[in-house]
């Protein structure tokens, strides 16, 4: 674990830019974490008379056309599209990397099903794929989980498939097998963790991806439901007001998730040199 940690705090000294987007990985889950405890004002509570107020000492964001505080309801919406992303794209990675693997060992008939298979579903348009399910299952927050994780199972499935049908025949895995381990364990234990750190970089991308797809959704009214603090729904009410110039309203949820996008597409590459181990020698 120290040698883990040191390669890390390594790879983040050479690499500015992956140390800020960490930083601000850590901004937001620390957000996500204390922003029900530490935001100013209740961010659903209605004060029609401060209502549309632009950004002063009192409210750094703004109020809003309910007189709530968007600084509030910007920081306590964190919390929700970032469990939204992190569900998703967790249950994604584990059913496709699981998946994919099984595939790209066994090879044969399974594996060219399933290709063919995660090649169907790549044709469709993903997020309007998603926004098809939200509205035939319901735009509850479980229901966007479910969509956004299905709609990246092929990018897992694809990538872990490839690489394991590259690795099934090299000699470190045949000795894997002359050992006496089953084919499952063969594949869980030596196998699927070599393809992990590949994977980083597709894992701290969809978290963005993720994230930009429940705010669409909700965007749409497909997603979460007002009065709910959410980016994508305070961007929605916001667009109403751009004309008569109460640009707060969409520029600082806009702000945050632009911000929580960027940085997970930032960490990408640093999660790939930290994780990959051919990077400690």
């Known amino acids: ?15 500015p830019v992956t140390l800020l987007a960490g930083c601000g990985c850590g901004l937001l889950v620390l957000a996500a974490l204390l922003g029900p405890w530490i935001v100013p004002y209740d961010p659903v509570a209605s004060d029609v008379p401060n209502a549309l107020q632009a950004p002063s000492a009192a409210h750094w964001f703004g109020t809003d056309q309910l007189g709530r505080d968007v600084f509030s309801r910007v920081l306590v919406a964190a919390r929700l599209d ?17 998946v994919g693997s099984f595939c790209g060992y066994a090879g044969g008939r399974l594996d060219a099903w399933v290709g063919r298979l995660v090649d169907v579903l790549m044709a469709f348009p993903l997020f309007v794929l998603a926004m098809a399910m939200v509205a035939a299952l319901g735009n ?60 980083a970089v597709q894992i701290s991308l969809n978290l963005g991806w993720a994230i930009l797809n429940a705010a669409g959704l909700s965007f749409l009214g497909l997603g979460v439901r007002p009065p709910t603090p959410e980016w994508g729904i305070m961007v929605a009410e916001g667009a109403r007001f751009i004309t008569t ?21 930032l960490l990408g590459d640093g999660l790939r040199d930290i994780l990959d181990p051919r990077m400690r020698t």
């Open 1 to 15: 674990m120290s040698a883990t940690l040191r390669h890390a705090g390594w790879v983040l000294r050479g690499n």
């Open 82 to 98: 970032l469990a939204i992303a992190a569900s998703a794209v967790s249950l994604s990675f584990v059913v496709g990397a699981t």
């Open 140 to 199: 509850r927050v479980e229901n966007i989980i479910y969509a956004t994780a299905i709609i990246n199972l092929p990018f897992y499935i694809r990538f872990s498939r490839a690489e394991v049908n590259v690795r099934r025949g090299l000699g470190w895995v045949e000795a894997a097998r002359a050992s006496g381990n089953s084919h499952a364990r063969v594949v869980m234990r030596f196998l699927l963790p070599n393809v992990l750190p590949a994977m």
């Open 245 to 265: 110039g109460k640009w707060w309203l969409v520029a600082c949820p806009g702000a945050a998730l632009m911000f929580a996008v960027l940085c997970f597409n």
